[in-house]
């Protein structure tokens, strides 16, 4: 008989395949950082071969070290951005839920006043003030995704808060901060891990368009948004391959990300046993 | 030990329609009380004022006199009608059974709880399972009353039976006095000494 597989299982492989391959690409680009930057005019413009999987470019430069390494420092964007960002929003989510109505109100507007900008013009402002960069891009992205999850986390604590087990738990002669950590935490790590987890891909396509709109990292560094703007040029020239395998890396990369944190959403929730 | 409720009136909202006015009662802890009504009339509304879950909008809960304890310990628990809702579904039952306090390992295992149900998850047991769960976890130590709404009305008929044999010796043995809030007159019939109609 032919053994099926559950959901639960396909989920935490799916999970370890993904954090596999976004740690080896990250260690990866670190490796080839060097390698990435070496020019040599006896092998510019070379269509993809086995010597050099993604080619060349103008410059020599062997493209398969460029992309690994502009996908390494965008993970590494990634995870710092998110990380700032889901921190920021489990505090002022927390803040909006516990501290009473004038916090609450203070907070939503923030959160309004966040969304209601378009996302990627925000980002640039911010980055542009900062003076472009690592760090603008790290703090225009955290600064511009944390609300989301925010709003999440504080409908997640008011609802809990109105929950029978809870009010339960109260008469039962439990202290807030038990109950917190008892009942509360349960639910909201979840919230928080898969926020965390799907913010990534976010965080990566926004650095990947502000660089390319040229508002991000600067030129020399390999990143996937630099390299996937100057490869603009060459295009018409028909060098196709120093657009397409980077982008195709970071779809790749983007798509792990969100399969991995669906899978981990999966996971976490007692719910898909059953499925 | 005796629980009053003195000239309990209650509104949801501030202006709306009141769901009953002046309702008087006192149970004491040796008694077992039914409360009849018809739906809507706001029996749990009653149970959730006298065991603290809600506010009255005037009059006062009194135990020995006393208005019931805002923080620590409730000694009228309540029981509730839904125990899917009464239960964190993202605890395993050991940790939901830990939040009552100092239940004796007796209660437990008279209530029929399996051991291998305390390592489940709520939505892997059914109704009945749960609702055992829920009166262990209000039979702590210190408990004087106990409220019961509802607590039968979705369960099979040897459930049922066996969770009522077990509750009226319990709080037979212990002196905890017990309100029962229930549809079925064949059931309060045969539970309760006292009926209070509302």
Request: proline content about 4%; overall charge positive.
């Amino acid at each position: 008989m032919k053994t099926k597989m559950n959901q639960r299982k396909k989920a935490k492989i799916l999970l370890a395949v993904a954090v596999f391959f976004l740690a080896a690409v990250a260690v990866a680009g670190i490796i080839c950082h060097d390698a990435a930057m070496v020019t040599d005019f006896s092998r510019k413009n070379l269509p993809p071969s086995l010597a050099y999987p993604f080619g060349t470019d103008w410059l020599g430069r062997n493209m398969f070290y460029r992309t690994l390494t502009g996908l390494s420092m965008s993970i590494l964007i990634g995870v710092c951005a998110a990380g700032v960002s889901v921190v920021m929003a489990l505090i002022l989510g927390l803040a909006a839920a516990t501290l009473g109505k004038k916090a609450d109100s203070v907070i939503t507007f923030l959160i309004d006043l966040v969304m209601g900008i378009p996302h990627i013009l925000l980002l640039l402002l911010i980055s542009f003030a900062l003076g472009k960069g690592l760090r603008g891009v790290i703090v225009g992205v955290a600064l511009t995704h944390w609300t989301s999850l925010a709003r999440l986390i504080r409908g997640e604590v008011l609802q809990l808060k109105q929950s029978e087990y809870i009010q339960i738990a109260r008469k039962l002669g439990h202290s807030n901060l038990e109950i917190a950590r008892k009942h509360m935490l349960v639910h909201l790590l979840p919230q928080f891990l898969v926020g965390l987890v799907l913010m990534f891909p976010h965080a990566i396509l926004h650095e990947s368009s502000i660089t390319f709109l040229g508002f991000g990292l600067s030129t020399e560094q390999p990143a996937i948004g630099v390299i996937l703007s100057e490869s603009m040029k060459y295009l018409i020239m028909g060098k196709w391959w120093l657009a397409l395998f980077p982008g195709i890396m970071l779809v790749l990369t983007v798509v792990l990300f969100d399969l991995g944190g669906t899978s981990l959403r999966k996971i976490l929730d007692p719910n898909s046993v059953h499925k | 030990m005796i629980l009053e409720g003195r000239n309990l009136t209650f509104a949801y909202e501030e202006k709306e329609r009141e769901v009953f006015t002046n309702v008087n009662l006192s149970v004491e802890s040796s008694e077992r009380v039914a409360v009849l009504g018809p739906s809507g009339f706001g029996k749990t509304t009653l149970c959730k004022i006298l065991a603290g879950y809600l506010k009255p909008k005037s009059g006062e809960v009194l135990i020995d006199g006393r208005p019931l304890p805002e923080k620590g310990y409730c000694p009228v628990q309540m029981i509730w009608q839904h125990p899917e809702r009464a239960v964190n579904p993202r605890l395993r039952l050991r940790d939901t059974l830990a939040d009552g306090r100092d239940v004796e390992e007796r209660v437990v295992r008279e209530l029929g709880i399996e051991t291998d149900w305390m390592n489940r998850y709520p939505q892997e047991l059914s109704g009945g399972e749960l609702q055992r769960f829920c009166i262990a976890r209000a039979l702590g130590k210190d408990t004087k009353f106990l409220i019961a709404d509802e607590i039968s009305t979705m369960l099979d008929l040897i459930t049922q039976s066996q969770i009522w044999t077990f509750l009226l010796k319990e709080v037979e043995s212990r002196g905890i006095g017990l309100i029962v809030v229930s549809h079925s007159e064949p059931l309060l019939n045969r539970v309760a000494q006292r009926k209070i109609i509302f």
